[in-house]
């Protein structure tokens, strides 16, 4: 099958839960009478089958031309190609079932799996659509921030040297009056930090290295703590700042709340099919099959916001 006749098939997708329609017995009637969406408007007939605006713009979706939403002008160039693919699929469609190529069993089994899986995202679509909604997101997010600890952010300046006798010499030099800024920027081996004044940014202890969050665990703002030995040398930290943490905001989260919401309404509407079918398995389950996927983001595990500067940097 060449390039062309392969797009050809592809464009052919909308049509397929229509023609199980037809072929099952079912809404044969799906093209004729009232119109499929409120506001639709009639833009073409083939035959007795008429093609509305909201047939235009789901193929438009479909080839991702527009968004889910986006407007479409019929006035446009885009609406009246995207039409003439729909009036091709429809002419296509129409003279396979008239050479009864949809009577074949195994094309009357895929027709039949289009139709169950156009079905089932339909009702997966409608379930979520009334459950992830605004005050959904904003009771999870509000849960979120309600279940999560408060955690403290420091700020801090680092200098990095090769062995310990070079950072209690420079140790030496600050406890002179040498400014620590300066002596980063001169005397550490650290690239990621050494050019900005040794800038870690604000962090928290738990995102840091282990020999941070020990060394710096107790020390108070304008301490400067080491050296203490790192992966890539020995560390003196200056302490500029200690702050609560920023939660994250509602908007940074959204993302993640939407799409642990979606997984768990999925979970719950297929769990709740499953109990209530008899479902016989015929073979053996595989030995790699393991539990569900648990849900991305559950209450109080949202990533936090992360360093302005990676503690972990200062590895070679």
């Known amino acids: 099958m060449g390039a062309k006749s392969l797009m050809t098939w592809k464009a052919l997708a909308p049509l397929v839960a229509a023609l199980a329609l037809a072929g099952c017995g079912k809404g044969a009637s799906v093209f004729h009478g009232a119109k499929p969406e409120a506001g639709d408007v009639a833009v073409a007939k083939v035959g007795s089958d008429t ?5 235009v713009k789901r193929e438009a979706v479909a080839q991702g031309l527009i968004g ?56 997966v679509e409608s379930v979520v659509d009334k459950a992830v909604n605004d005050a959904a997101i904003r009771a999870l997010y509000d849960e979120q921030q309600r279940l999560s600890k408060t955690t403290e952010e420091l700020r801090a300046r680092q200098i990095v040297a090769p062995t310990e006798q070079d950072a209690e010499a ?21 690239s990621a930090t050494r050019f900005n004044g040794g800038d870690l940014g604000y962090f928290t202890l738990d995102a840091m290295p282990e020999a941070y969050g020990v060394a710096l665990k107790t020390a108070k703002i304008g301490d400067t703590v080491g050296p203490f030995k790192i992966d890539s040398g020995y560390a003196l930290v200056h302490v500029e700042d200690r702050r609560p943490e920023k939660p994250i ?12 919401l979606t997984y768990d309404e999925i979970r719950t509407l297929l769990n709740k099919l499953r109990s209530g079918a008899r479902v016989q398995m015929l073979i053996s389950a ?31």
């Not at 093609?51 to 047939?55: A, C, E, V």
């Not at 091709?88 to 949809?102: F, H, N, P, V, Y």
């Not at 600050?174 to 001169?186: I, N």
């Not at 996927?293 to 936090?304: C, D, I, N, R, T």
Request: aromatic share 4%; no cysteine.
């Open 286 to 316: 595989s030995p790699n099959q393991g539990a569900p996927e648990p849900a991305s983001a559950p209450p109080g595990s949202f990533p936090k916001t992360p360093p302005a500067a990676a503690p972990d940097k200062t590895k070679k």
């Open 68 to 123: 889910e939403g986006e407007p479409l002008d019929v006035s446009s160039d885009q609406f009246h190609r995207t039409l003439d693919q729909v009036i091709d699929q429809k002419l296509l469609a129409t003279e396979a079932s008239r050479q009864g190529l949809d009577k074949d069993p195994v094309v009357r089994r895929r027709l039949q799996a289009a139709h169950d899986k156009l079905l089932g995202d339909v009702l």
């Open 249 to 260: 905001s509602l908007e940074e989260a959204r993302p993640q709340i939407v799409r642990f």
């Open 170 to 190: 420079i140790k030496k030099l600050l406890a002179s009056g040498a400014a620590f800024e300066a002596l980063a920027m001169q005397r550490s081996i650290d």
């Open 51 to 55: 093609i509305w605006t909201s047939d």
